[in-house]
């Protein structure tokens, strides 16, 4: 295979190859350094390359191989993490001028445990300021791009873990998400990403582990990728106080079966949501597939009321109470989307965050009453595909108005991604055709309380009929 084939392999058939010793480790991931070294001046999906480090990781797994002592199904396999996620000995910036030369001395939850399974890590990827917003730009440097079009946004906040993705600049990436920040970047750019159930992967260390909204999940481009690294990643672990006390279940082997039997409603709009109308009608053509899997295809809103309003007040005022000090101390290192956030939160007051909170609880109720009639929930996963990024490395803006309505703010932008994040349920994305422009549309399917192996299942067999893996943006 030359570079550009190794580049967009999957992760399972590099296992296979390495395994049998018909693909050196070492090979794969100097051809993936050559591709990120040849385009990550264009997309800035990278914040930080290890290629050094790379290398060494990458010639210890040959050395494992050739001696047939492979530690795992990810021996040797490349991956990236999101620069939200600390990595000893490796800078981590948090997207924030406060950490711009900042190297951690202990790993996060994550980056541990994909350390151990052997794999190679390429770097880590681009995120706006903490991950605050859906655009992935931030004040070192310039945004990242979309390799679908360059001057379109890669979404955000694991923007440059979507991009990378995408352009085949590496088969496996970890992302996090706290009102769609994995969903987002998937659907814009075109890959499989998947949010599992709150608390499946533990999530430490973090500043607020109450807030019980931030997943840690996978970003690929085929579903059995997915599945791969998810099993690497989940588990309980006691430093997250939330996380699932349970082991991971078989996810790799859970793509394999059938949709028999299963209750699957599909909504274009919730109720509620403007929804462009070439993305509504991709989607619905996607939907339609899953009345040949054997399950009970029916279009119905969900009837539960827009969460919007109580969910900004909640998001703006956890975001704003971690970051008001720094505001504070040095207010020109603060974009003027998360200086929107800290103001806005501070005209809440504290009956008006409690009342958010119980909102929540309600929203939580009306929610599982509606899975109590079906299995699976199949909505848009975006309502537009990525709009223009601004010329230059300034802040960057989303679209105003979809489809003739006003979305003033970016959670009018979001209607399908944070109300998974107020309840915790496993949602994934899956890529479900191009629009006339040539952009990516994705197809949300969101699952029951820690029902994750069946939403992988359902999107393994979307995949199946629809694949997509095969198709390649213009920059990759």
């Not at 030359?2 to 051809?31: K, M, Q, Y």
């Not at 390359?49 to 040797?76: F, I, N, S």
Request: hydrophobic share 40%; aromatic share 8%.
């Amino acid at each position: 295979m030359d570079t550009t084939d190794l580049a967009f392999t999957p992760a399972t058939e590099l296992d296979r190859l390495i395994r049998t010793r018909a693909l050196s480790p070492v090979e794969v991931t100097r051809a993936l350094l050559e591709h990120i070294d040849r385009l990550n001046p264009i997309l800035n999906a990278f914040l930080t390359v290890t290629a050094d480090l790379a290398l060494a990781q990458a010639k210890a797994a040959e050395e494992r191989a050739l001696r047939g002592a492979r530690l795992g199904p990810l021996d040797g396999i490349p991956y990236s993490i999101k620069d939200l996620e600390p990595t000893a000995g490796v800078r981590t910036t948090f997207g924030s001028k406060w950490f711009e030369h900042h190297i951690p001395t202990e790993d996060g939850i994550v980056a541990a445990r994909l350390k151990v399974t052997g794999g190679v890590l390429l770097g880590k990827t681009n995120t706006p300021n903490f991950g605050h917003k859906d655009c992935c730009d931030n004040l070192l440097g310039p945004p990242c791009r979309n390799p679908w079009k360059l001057d379109r946004t890669s979404g955000a906040s694991s923007g440059g873990a979507g991009a990378a993705i995408a352009a085949g600049l590496g088969p496996l990436a970890h992302g996090s998400d706290g009102a769609g920040s994995i969903r987002i970047p998937s659907a814009l750019c075109g890959i499989f990403g998947f949010k599992p159930s709150f608390g499946r992967v533990p999530y430490a260390p973090t500043s607020d582990y109450w807030a019980a909204r931030s997943h840690n999940g996978t970003m690929t481009r085929t579903v059995r990728d997915g599945a791969l690294l998810l099993e690497a990643m989940a588990g309980p672990d006691p430093r997250d106080p939330l996380s699932i006390d349970a082991p991971p279940e078989r996810y790799l082997a859970a793509c394999d079966g059938d949709l028999r039997g299963l209750r699957v409603v599909w909504s274009a709009d919730l109720g509620y949501a403007p929804v462009d109308p070439e993305v509504r009608r991709l989607c619905e053509a996607a939907a339609r597939r899953f009345a040949g899997f054997g399950c009970s295809l029916e279009t119905r809103d969900p009837g539960w009321p827009d969460p919007g309003a109580f969910h900004k007040i909640i998001y703006e005022v956890s975001v704003a109470s971690r970051q008001i000090d720094r505001f504070r101390e040095r207010p020109e290192w603060i974009e003027p989307s998360l200086r929107q956030m800290i103001e806005n939160a501070q005209g809440v007051n504290a009956m008006e965050h409690g009342k958010a909170l119980l909102a929540r609880s309600a929203f939580y109720d009306q929610v599982g009453r509606f899975f109590e009639t079906c299995d699976l929930l199949l909505t848009p996963q975006m309502p537009v595909t990525a709009w223009a990024t601004d010329p230059g490395p300034g802040p960057q803006q989303g679209p105003t108005e979809i489809a003739g309505r006003p979305t003033p703010t970016m959670f009018d932008r979001l209607p399908f991604t944070f109300p998974f994040n107020l309840t915790g349920q496993p949602a994934a994305t899956v890529p479900c055709g191009l629009t006339c422009e040539g952009l990516p549309v994705g197809l949300q399917i969101v699952g029951r309380w820690h029902a994750d192996a069946t939403v992988l299942r359902a999107a393994a067999c979307f995949e199946a009929v629809q694949p997509w893996a095969q198709t390649r943006p213009p920059v990759g």
